[in-house]
């Protein structure tokens, strides 16, 4: 009978808890996105397992117990710019072909030993592609971006285009110096009257930190815009190199810890593991700079909600954009064991991430072993504002609402239809042979699949929910008694892969193993352009492979957005073009405003290559 009594009491406070958070719920709460550049999953405090960090981050440590931390997140890219565009436009990289930094250039081998040429992506998103800004724009919002933006080069591309009523792109504090040892706190970065984490014996009251604008940006859009629903996507420059602190007292403060001499020249830190003081500063100085966003929407009233802080009324998603970078050149940056690689590696030390996410209706101090991804925020931040858009839209995005599962109404991630996530996938084609990969993470493993060569790997990360082999170490992929799963992961892989139009590399035919192939391959015999209809055309040699598919690239010569004197910025223009098998010819449009151009061939054996450089002048 108390039992039953017992059952019917926690029934109705957990009925009363849902129904308070329903009643509380914020009509247009604001949303922040804070972006950190290459911070690996091991350089802060959130999920610090075998050795701790030495770096401090106390206001990473608040904001999860203010919200909920995920410790199985992760970018949608090991690169920068992918996973950006991923997470503005909600679609996967390989849907919008996007899969890189850098885009938008001319296909061609790293060196003369690689086997294979990465294929053309963009660099920007398109006209057509609806972002996050534009979608809570349309909705009320009221959109603002800080920082490093890496979503195109040129005004056309720029965040104002894709939805941001205000934009800042500088670096604030993060620029490079002569002599990172020696120069600190100058008159360009004053330091802060006020003192702040970390304390030390030397610094009981704290440390003052040289003036961030970016910093100062992103807390002025704030002040401005509290009397509207705002969208603030604050991206930071750091951690990513340079390497380097304007603190003086701050990078002491991590040669004292780590007791090392205080640099005395801008040499490389060559030392393994955790043990670069400019870094630390550096991953310590963003944390800083989320605490003193956090302050000031715990102590601004809401205008829109009276008796309530603008901290009750904001959703903060925290992330990084991909894992650490461990090396640059000789200098050792970081360390993200026990994860393999870093950034630019599809291995869990190149995406998987730190993110928390906190607000009004999340679960606070609470924490989510699921697999997610920044896919999942586009739909989720739709739903946690009720915000809608049209259905051509719904039906593009990539991810899935995590908005359940902050508000503890399921400790599952699932789609709309209720069916719990299966898997997270990459794709990309790029760098070195070995790296060109597509790789899918389902339940406790992890897959990859070797685009050249066409071969596997399989590695178990975790089992029966227990960390297993979390350094992938083991490679299963030929061990019979794991057969079915190399199977069916990489039938998984294949079919997400085709759904997404995944675009692959191809052949390099100047590979010094491929001496054949430069005999074979399709040549030009000549080139025409009439100026009048502004039609190019080449005609191939006969006797050649033949030729299964072609585009025309058409270059754009432009000042970089905001430099209207600067150094020209050349990219290309992806076209169409008409194939003619029995005339052998190649034709296509070159639109007005492209002085130049050039071909891409691609042969029935998958050899990629370039014509030379034309004009249409």
């Not at 308070?20 to 009509?27: G, H, Q, T």
């Not at 340079?242 to 007791?259: E, F, G, Q, S, V």
Request: glycine fraction near 6%; aromatic fraction near 10%.
């Amino acid at each position: 009978m108390y039992k039953l009594l017992a059952i019917i009491a926690i029934t109705l406070l957990s009925q009363s808890t849902q129904a308070s958070k329903v009643k509380d719920a914020i009509e247009k709460p604001n949303i922040i996105i804070f972006y950190v550049d290459d911070l690996g999953w091991q350089d802060t405090q959130l999920n610090d397992i075998d050795a701790p960090t030495p770096w401090e981050t106390p206001n990473m440590l608040a904001l999860a117990k203010r919200g909920m931390n995920f410790s199985q997140a992760y970018s949608p890219a090991p690169t920068c710019a992918p996973s950006r565009a991923g997470l503005l436009s909600g679609q996967h990289p390989a849907k919008i072909n996007f899969t890189h930094v850098s885009g938008a250039g001319i296909p061609a081998a790293m060196n003369q030993h690689a086997r294979a040429i990465s294929p053309y992506y963009n660099d920007h998103l398109s006209a057509d592609t609806l972002t996050l800004a534009q979608a809570l724009k349309a909705n009320g919002y009221k959109t603002g971006h800080v920082g490093k933006w890496h979503l195109g080069h040129y005004r056309s591309n720029s965040p104002a285009t894709y939805g941001f009523d205000f934009t800042y792109g500088g670096r604030g504090a993060h620029r490079n110096s002569k002599n990172r040892a020696k120069i600190f706190d100058d008159s360009t970065y004053p330091l802060s009257k006020q003192k702040y984490p970390p304390y030390s014996k030397n610094n009981p009251q704290g440390i003052a930190y040289p003036l961030d604008l970016v910093t100062e940006n992103a807390l002025s859009f704030v002040t401005e815009s509290k009397a509207e629903p705002f969208f603030l996507y604050l991206a930071h420059w750091m951690v990513h190199v340079p390497i380097i602190t304007k603190n003086r007292a701050l990078l002491t403060h991590y040669t004292d810890k780590l007791a090392i001499p205080f640099p005395q020249t801008a040499e490389p830190i060559t030392t393994p593991g955790q043990t670069n003081p400019y870094y630390g500063a550096m991953v310590t100085t963003v944390d800083w700079s989320l605490g003193r966003l956090m302050s000031l929407l715990e102590t601004t009233d809401d205008p829109r909600n009276p008796g309530k802080k603008l901290s009750e009324t904001t959703y903060i998603f925290f992330s990084s954009d991909n894992g650490g970078t461990e090396t640059k050149d000789t200098e050792i940056i970081t360390d993200n064991y026990p994860l393999d690689k870093g950034k630019k590696h599809t291995e869990e030390g190149g995406v998987r991430v730190p993110m928390v996410v906190a607000g009004p209706t999340v679960n606070s101090g609470t924490e989510s072993h699921e697999i997610v991804s920044q896919l999942d925020y586009f739909p989720t931040i739709l739903a946690l504002t009720e915000s809608s858009i049209d259905k051509q839209f719904t039906d593009k995005l990539s991810g899935l609402d995590l908005s359940p599962v902050l508000r503890g109404n399921s400790e599952r991630v699932a789609d709309k239809d209720g069916e719990a996530r299966k898997s997270l996938f990459w794709h990309f084609p790029h760098y070195g042979d070995d790296s060109m990969r597509g790789a899918i993470r389902e339940g406790d493993y992890k897959l990859y699949k070797y685009y050249v060569g066409n071969r596997y790997s399989l590695y178990r990360l975790y089992k029966d929910g227990k960390r297993y082999d979390l350094e992938e170490s083991k490679d299963l992929a030929t061990d019979p008694a794991y057969a079915s799963v190399v199977k069916t992961l990489a039938a998984n892989l294949d079919r997400l892969l085709q759904e997404n139009n995944a675009v692959y590399p191809h052949l390099n035919p100047k590979n010094t193993d491929n001496i054949a192939a430069r005999t074979s391959v399709p040549a030009v015999l000549s080139s025409k352009f009439n100026k009048v209809k502004r039609e190019a055309q080449i005609s191939l040699v006969t006797g050649k492979t033949a030729v299964k598919d072609a585009y025309l690239l058409a270059e754009i010569a432009k000042p970089k957005s905001g430099n209207k004197r600067g150094k020209l910025i050349i990219t290309y223009k992806k076209l169409p073009v008409m194939l003619n098998s029995e005339a052998m010819t190649i034709t296509a449009h070159v639109p007005a405003g492209h002085d130049a151009y050039l071909f891409v061939l691609i042969d029935e054996n998958n050899f990629l290559v370039t014509s030379e450089r034309y004009t249409s002048l």
